[in-house]
């Protein structure tokens, strides 16, 4: 599964930002599998944002962003995106956008990231 993540931004605390992943190259539908987007800031190990499951029917989010982010798919344009809302500087960070067959544990595919900074 080839994943390209697009979006990414400097924006100022408090706005907000829309990113989008598109997936291509896989050998099952889209459908087929969960997506997810996830963070990882200078020095720190990536960190789950957000999931949706292949059914669209369950989503999760960290507790940090709850309320804030929303992650939500277009199966037919096999893509997924995470609005982002009131965004603070410790949001600075590279997203990375991942999928994974809906019957496997790991998340085991990646996109290259889209750098989004938060600054005044």
């Known amino acids: 599964v080839q994943l390209v993540e697009s979006g990414g931004a400097l924006v100022q605390p408090g706005d907000s930002l829309i990113l989008s992943c598109t997936a291509s190259g896989f050998t099952f539908s889209f459908t087929s599998f969960d997506m997810s987007w996830w963070r990882q800031a200078p020095g720190k190990a990536r960190s789950l944002v957000a999931s949706i499951s292949y059914t669209s029917e369950s989503t999760t989010y960290a507790d940090s962003v709850k309320g804030r982010f929303t992650i939500f798919r277009d199966n037919a344009k096999n893509s997924v995106q995470l609005r982002m809302n009131n965004l603070n500087a410790d949001e600075t960070a590279v997203y990375y956008c991942?999928?994974?067959?809906?019957?496997?544990?790991?998340?085991?595919?990646w996109g290259q990231g889209t750098q989004v900074t938060v600054s005044s």
């Open positions: 991942g999928a994974r067959k809906h019957w496997v544990h790991e998340w085991d595919s």
